[in-house]
Nanobody
Framework: QVQLVESGGGLVQAGGSLRLSCVAS????????MGWFRQAPGKEREFVGA????????YYANSVKGRFTISRDNAKNTVYLEMNSLKHDDTAVYYC?????????????????????WGQGTQVTVSS
């Protein structure tokens, strides 16, 4: 059973930065494509970005492209979401998720149905 635990959320002013972490346990992290999603109050969960199991490629939603960066350290079973130039609209609960099919194309990472393990989420609040 894969478990994912996010951390690093908090309150930040618009224009500021945060780095989220997601630590995996109980599985073979280095074989999982990893994704980040977010859900704002009253809205559906939306894709933020993803990184291939090898770290060789990433894929981002247009809304965060150029501001957010996903990276991973397979030796530490950890994936990161570096968020810069934060906006009020980035306020949401952020979730990491694992896709245990390493053969899936990164372009398919935007679909939440492809992920079978989810963390509990971490709140990010951006004050305007």
């Amino acid at each position: 059973q894969v478990q994912l635990v996010e951390s690093g959320g908090g309150l930040v002013q618009a224009g500021g930065s945060l780095r989220l972490s997601c630590v995996a346990s109980g599985g073979t992290f280095s074989r999982y494509n990893m994704g980040w999603f977010r859900q704002a109050p009253g809205k559906e969960r939306e894709f933020v970005g993803a990184i291939r199991w090898s770290g060789s490629s990433t894929y981002y939603a247009n809304s965060v492209k150029g501001r957010f960066t996903i990276s991973r350290d397979n030796a530490k079973n950890t994936v990161y979401l570096e968020m810069n130039s934060l906006k009020h609209d980035d306020t949401a609960v952020y979730y990491c998720a694992a896709d245990r099919n390493p053969l899936r194309a990164i372009s398919a990472s935007m679909w939440s149905v492809n992920y079978d393990c989810w963390g509990q989420g971490t709140q990010v609040t951006v004050s305007s």
